[in-house]
């Protein structure tokens, strides 16, 4: 993995450990020498991860709407900061330019695009790893919904494999970097293969 996206909340959350969640998987990326490519903002844990992983000399590349740029909730300290013109652009700028996804804890923006990564690797648009940061257990409410999804049969249980999770980026970033791909149905609307 040359770069990996993150998905973050703009907010900090109520709990420290969503910053030192941020801050380590900051640290970490740096680490291994891993680009950031996120949302491109100042504020909450996306702020939080930027800064930390620019004062290790990490890369962190933001994508931001014009519309967002212009609130001044653009980091002025990146790496590279593109400006584009609709959220959509943004979240396929940003998956054009990584080899994996990362999702910290947030709110609905950061739960609408990691679903949506998840929806196109369903989809075959692209064979990229997901990984859930599980900070404090954050995820493990949606971990329990989308395996309701499954026992309800809206979910194949294979795509159950289309992403990992873990409580620390460490075995998080491992566990990415041996991720392979479910089989996928090709037919996969054809409810006898649920």
């Known amino acids: 993995m ?9 907010s900090t959350g109520a709990r420290p450990d969503y910053a ?7 640290r970490e990326l740096t680490r291994r020498r891993i680009g950031i490519v996120y949302g491109g903002g100042s504020v909450g844990l996306m702020g939080v991860l930027a800064d930390t992983a620019l004062a290790d000399g990490g890369e962190v590349i933001g994508v931001i709407p ?7 909730l653009a980091h002025a300290g990146l790496t590279e900061q593109r400006v584009v013109g609709s959220m959509h652009e943004r979240k396929a700028t940003m998956a ?6 990362v ?9 609408e695009e990691t679903l949506e990564v998840l929806t196109w690797s369903q989809l075959g648009i692209h064979a990229k790893p997901v990984g859930l940061l ?22 194949r249980r294979q795509y159950l ?20 791909p479910p089989p996928i ?3 996969w609307l054809d409810e006898s293969q649920t």
């Open 20 to 26: 030192d969640a941020a801050r380590a998987l900051a």
């Open 134 to 155: 599980d900070a404090a257990g954050y995820y493990a409410g949606l971990r329990a919904f989308l395996g309701h999804a499954v026992a309800e049969g809206f979910v």
């Open 96 to 101: 054009a330019l990584v080899d994996a996804f």
């Open 2 to 10: 040359k770069r990996v996206c993150v998905f973050a909340g703009s």
């Open 161 to 180: 494999g289309l992403f990992v999770h873990a409580a620390s980026p460490p075995a998080l970033l491992d566990a990415l970097e041996r991720w392979r």
């Open 185 to 187: 149905a090709r037919a």
């Open 103 to 111: 999702a910290l804890p947030g709110g609905l923006g950061t739960l």
């Open 66 to 72: 014009r519309g967002l740029a212009s609130r001044e």
